[in-house]
């Protein structure tokens, strides 16, 4: 059993959507913040956005501000990534991750107690 599980990754064309979900098992979802972040090929991972599992409060580093949208579902133990306004250099494997806290400054992320990293999802944006 998969703790983490991203999925709806798939090709678009650039200035198109796709909603990612990220789903959870096997251990009390409503006790973490939810984080996403990406690997492009030959890149370091970057922190993305995350949502808070008390008031579904979201962080957003720079560069997907305005075009990323979370979501949280406790109920389904889901949390979505809405992606709009695509770019080629959004192409990457899409992770989400369970912390006990993300803290975004600007571009950069940092947690505290990060227990679950999920299966990734490729996200390949074509222009």
């Known amino acids: 059993e998969v703790p983490l599980q991203a999925c709806g990754g798939g090709s678009v064309r650039a200035g198109g959507s796709l909603r990612l979900s990220c789903t959870a098992s096997?251990?009390?979802?409503?006790?973490?913040?939810i984080g996403w972040f990406r690997q492009a090929p030959g890149k370091e991972r970057e922190g993305l956005a995350s949502?808070?599992?008390?008031?579904?409060?979201?962080y957003y580093a720079d560069h997907v501000k305005g075009r990323f949208t979370l979501s949280r579902d406790n109920a389904k133990d889901a949390v979505y990534l809405q992606m709009n306004s695509l770019k080629s250099e959004d192409t990457a494997v899409y992770y989400c991750?369970?912390?006990?806290?993300?803290?975004?400054?600007?571009?950069?992320?940092?947690?505290?107690?990060?227990?679950?990293w999920g299966k990734g999802t490729l996200v390949t944006v074509s222009s």
């Open positions: 096997g251990f009390t979802f409503d006790d973490y913040v």
């Open positions: 949502i808070s599992n008390t008031d579904d409060k979201t």
């Open positions: 991750a369970a912390a006990e806290k993300f803290t975004f400054v600007r571009n950069k992320v940092s947690w505290t107690r990060l227990d679950y």
